[in-house]
């Protein structure tokens, strides 16, 4: 049974740094690619980043490139998102998510909310 489970969130004052992480167990961690999601308020869900199981590849969306790092540590079996020089535009509850392939949905986490706000 796959499990992710999200941690970090918070309240964040507009400028400040979070981290979040989500530890996955229930598959072959290392063999998949993880991305992290957000959802604000009245909006669909929207992709922020991926990393490959491979190489270490990552991707973000334009809206995060230069802020948010995404990382992996496979003997952990956790991912993590650093999100610096937040904005009241980056609350949102953030998902984890985990795939074999890019054309798979994958298995998802339960969210963890972030607030930038002063």
């Known amino acids: 049974q796959v499990t992710l489970e999200e941690s970090g969130g918070g309240l964040v004052q507009p400028g400040g740094s979070l981290r979040l992480s989500c530890a996955a167990s229930g598959f072959t961690f290392s063999n998949y690619r993880m991305n992290w999601y957000r959802q604000a308020p009245g909006k669909e869900r929207e992709w922020v980043a991926t990393?490959?199981?491979?190489?270490?590849?990552?991707n973000y969306a334009d809206s995060v490139k230069g802020r948010f790092t995404i990382s992996r540590d496979n003997a952990k079996n956790t991912v993590y998102l650093q999100m610096n020089n937040l904005q009241p535009e980056d609350t949102a509850v953030y998902y984890c998510?985990?795939?074999?392939?890019?054309?798979?949905?994958?298995?998802w986490g339960q969210g963890t909310q972030v607030t930038v706000s002063s």
């Open positions: 998510n985990a795939r074999r392939t890019a054309s798979q949905p994958g298995s």
């Open positions: 990393i490959l199981s491979v190489g270490g590849i990552r």
